[in-house]
């Protein structure tokens, strides 16, 4: 019995009564089908005469009912000693991936509890010696029960003749796609799907963060390490579905989703060609940036109180027992030494590790853990800005970032010292302010395509102000091209309080 003689209610193994064909493609039809003896819905994989490779999908699908973990669309039946050979597999009810993006991109926390999901059931699946190899944004599904389904699992490879040197490598690429299009709704992978392809920039897919801001830099991080099987951060390639699962752990995520309510997969009848009217889903809500963290300024004025009274006190105390005892054994009381000593001008010393500024569309990270490398007085470490592809302006995605130093009180900032990258071409500004926003700070220096990594920027006009920014608004390429990136290795300010 052939594949194209088949219609709706043809019987298979005298058990599974074709209903409606869903898909046909490359040789092998998916059809929805009843099991009449177990009376339940089943797919059906029926194949075309002379199919090169059914012996081989057989084998995979037996291969693959082996595996009990309920993430993975479950095979019950596959047989090729027939006349017609068939794969019997589990009925899937619910929204692919592709569907839930036509909402538009989801929220990181969501986005990130999916994929952990397929990371850790593709990890149960290579224990078992099995890979999927083929993962695209139709095998993921969202179940109107709930769940997570990962389809295909080892048919789609077999079936499509797809074999490769690495699969743990191959399905981390594959995982590393997923949640790139989760959260761009962009497909970074070769195999054609609905979704629209991601740019590219020389020849291979951009980071998620240039596609669409406010991706969280720890999950931009995590796809490149696993999609370009690199070092990104200092942190090694992820080249198996276990070491996603196992650095997704790390990372903020929330299940279940908030799905619309989920139809069957649509069919195409041939007993019928009368439309089929659905309720559109209720929209969802749209995606809104994390909070920033707030700046514990209270504790650090607080600080600041405290040091300056008992500054105070020592002073007042040192004068009195000048008082009593009078002058000492060296004559009259020598000037005091100033900190910067010729220059006229006081160091001003920031209150704690200076903070990120990266607004919307940033996410206002922008690796806020390492500002007070830019104040630990060491020539060797730094604060960085992220890389960017493309364009020294940030990729075209923002206007700048920088740091923001917190004095603890009004100052007059009159010179900054800053010892940036030794890449040329960096332009940035200084800016003052009494609040920690740069739509209220006024900017006092700037200097474009910067040469030479030590910057030393007079201040002619100065302006009082608590916080002190220091902006980056281009950026000097890395060493190897292709990407930008800024450094501040140091910042000195000096001025008056």
């Known amino acids: ?142 179940t109107s029960g709930g769940a997570v389904k990962l389809t295909g699992l080892g048919v789609d490879a077999a079936l499509h003749g797809v074999t490769v040197e690495n699969p743990a490598a191959s399905d981390a690429q594959g995982i590393a796609a997923l949640l790139y299009a989760a959260l761009t709704g962009h497909w970074p992978g070769e195999r054609e799907t609905p979704l629209p392809p991601a740019p590219l920039f020389e020849g291979r897919p951009c980071a998620p963060r240039q596609v669409r801001a406010g991706v969280p830099t720890t999950l931009d991080t995590l796809i490149c390490r696993a999609l370009f099987q690199e070092e990104r951060r200092g942190q090694p390639p992820l080249s198996s579905p276990a070491a996603i699962a196992e650095a997704l752990t790390e990372v903020p995520r929330s299940i279940p989703l908030p799905i619309a309510p989920a139809a069957a997969p649509s069919v195409r009848r041939r007993t019928s060609t009368a439309p089929q009217h659905m309720a559109p889903p209720p929209a969802q809500q749209p995606y809104q940036e994390p909070p920033r963290r707030s700046r514990p300024l209270l504790g650090r004025a607080l600080i600041a109180l405290v040091v300056v009274l008992v500054m105070a006190a020592i002073g007042l105390g040192g004068w009195a027992i000048g008082r009593a005892v009078g002058p000492t054994m060296g004559g009259s009381p020598s000037a005091s030494a100033s900190p910067t000593a010729g220059s006229g001008l006081a160091a001003l010393t920031p209150v704690g590790a200076p903070e990120a500024h990266d607004p919307p569309p940033g996410d206002g990270a922008e690796n806020n853990e390492d500002g007070g490398l830019a104040v630990d007085d060491s020539r060797t470490t730094a604060w960085r800005t992220q890389s960017y592809r493309g364009d020294p302006r940030f990729g075209n995605l923002k206007d700048g970032v920088g740091l923001i130093f917190d004095m603890g009180k009004p100052v007059t900032v009159r010179e900054a010292d800053l010892l940036l990258g030794s890449q040329p071409g960096t332009s940035l500004q200084v800016m003052v302010g009494d609040s920690p926003e740069a739509d209220a700070m006024q900017p006092v220096a700037k200097r474009s395509g910067v ?3 030590q910057v030393k920027l007079p201040i002619d006009n100065p302006q009082e102000g608590r916080y002190v920014l220091v902006w980056f608004t281009e950026l000097p390429p890395k060493a190897g091209g292709g990407e930008y990136q800024a450094e501040l290795f140091d910042a000195k300010f000096r001025g008056s309080s």
Not at 125 to 139: F, I, T, V
């Open 451 to 453: 040469a030479q990594p």
């Open 1 to 142: 019995m052939s594949t194209f003689m088949i219609e709706p209610g043809t019987r298979l193994a005298g058990r599974y009564r074709l209903e409606d064909r869903v898909r046909e493609a490359g040789g092998c039809t998916l059809w929805k089908a009843t099991d009449e003896t177990l009376a339940r819905p089943v797919a059906v994989r029926t194949f075309d005469e002379g199919f090169p490779r059914i012996h081989q999908v057989v084998t995979a699908a037996r291969a693959a009912s082996r595996l009990t973990d309920s993430r993975i669309s479950q095979v019950f039946d596959a047989d090729d000693t027939a006349g017609q050979a068939y794969v019997v597999e589990e009925w899937v009810v619910g929204e692919s991936l592709t569907d839930l993006l036509a909402h538009g991109p989801l929220e990181p926390e969501r986005a990130a509890g999916l994929i952990s999901e397929v990371a850790e059931s593709l990890t149960v699946a290579h224990a078992a010696g099995l890979a999927h190899l083929c993962l695209s944004p139709n095998d993921l599904r969202w």
